[in-house]
Antibody, heavy 119, light 110 residues
Framework: EVQVLESGGGLAQPGGSLRLSCVAS????????MSWVRQAPGKGLEWVSG??????YYAESVKGRFTISGDTSKNTLYLQMNSLRAEDTAVYYC??????????????WGRGTLVTVSS | QSVLTQPPSVSAAPGQKVTISCSGS????????VSWYQQLPGTAPKLLIY???KRPSGIPDRFSASKSGTSATLGITGLQTGDEADFYC???????????FGGGTKLTVL
């Protein structure tokens, strides 16, 4: 079955760090564009970061604080989140792109992992 | 403030048709493909439309979309109560080098 499964969410203090993981099954994640998309409680979708063919992309709101990466041997996507702020509190979704050459046509989504930033 | 602009809510009766607009600019909708997503309550988003007007397999033809200039429109016919959800448009923004979404539209089937 083709799926992605996120983990690593939890409670972090302001200024702290967390690393999210997204394990891909049924496909080779490095073949496609992959992204992290978040949704704050009661709010809309916000794209956070994407990776495609070795290139990485970030939303302005997380640039310099978050780092996206992947481990092809584990078929796993990561999001290292540093200098966390209260406004980073959200459900973080891992999303697969439809094509290898694009970022932004998400045909497969995980169930999400909740990140709460609070003291 | 979202880069793409959608109406906060739309409503219609069962069996009727509804449209949801998505307005952007030349750097996103005007130059790149638009995707539409449906998010049912308590679930992850699901791809409804990609490349402006294409449906993934399994998406019924009650869902359609179009694009003109810097605006896109999602149409849903034969509304069902099970269609009640939040709908989002999205596109790559070439100026921002980022994916941008609309703020979302809540569909109520009265």
């Amino acid at each position: 079955e083709v799926q992605v499964l996120e983990s690593g969410g939890g409670l972090a203090q302001p200024g702290g760090s967390l690393r999210l993981s997204c394990v891909a099954s049924g496909f080779t994640f490095s073949t496609y564009g992959m992204s992290w998309v978040r949704q704050a409680p009661g709010k809309g979708l916000e794209w956070v970061s994407g990776i495609r063919g070795g290139y990485t992309y970030y939303a302005e709101s997380v640039k310099g604080r978050f780092t996206i990466s992947g481990d092809t041997s584990k078929n796993t996507l990561y999001l290292q989140m540093n200098s966390l702020r209260a406004e980073d509190t959200a459900v973080y979704y891992c999303a697969k792109d439809l094509y290898s050459s694009s970022v932004g046509r998400f045909d497969l989504w995980g169930r999400g992992t909740l990140v709460t930033v609070s003291s | 403030q979202s880069v793409l602009t959608q109406p906060p809510s739309v409503s219609a009766a069962p069996g009727q048709k509804v449209t949801i607009s998505c307005s952007g600019s030349s750097s996103n909708i005007g130059y790149n493909y638009v995707s539409w997503y449906q998010q049912l309550p308590g679930t992850a988003p699901k791809l409804l439309i990609y490349d402006d007007n294409k449906r993934p397999s399994g998406i019924p033809d009650r869902f359609s979309a179009s694009k003109s200039g810097t605006s896109a429109t999602l149409g849903i016919t034969g509304l069902q109560t099970g269609d009640e959800a939040d709908f989002y448009c999205g596109a790559w923004d070439s100026s921002l080098s980022a994916v941008v979404f609309g703020g979302g539209t809540k569909l109520t089937v009265l």
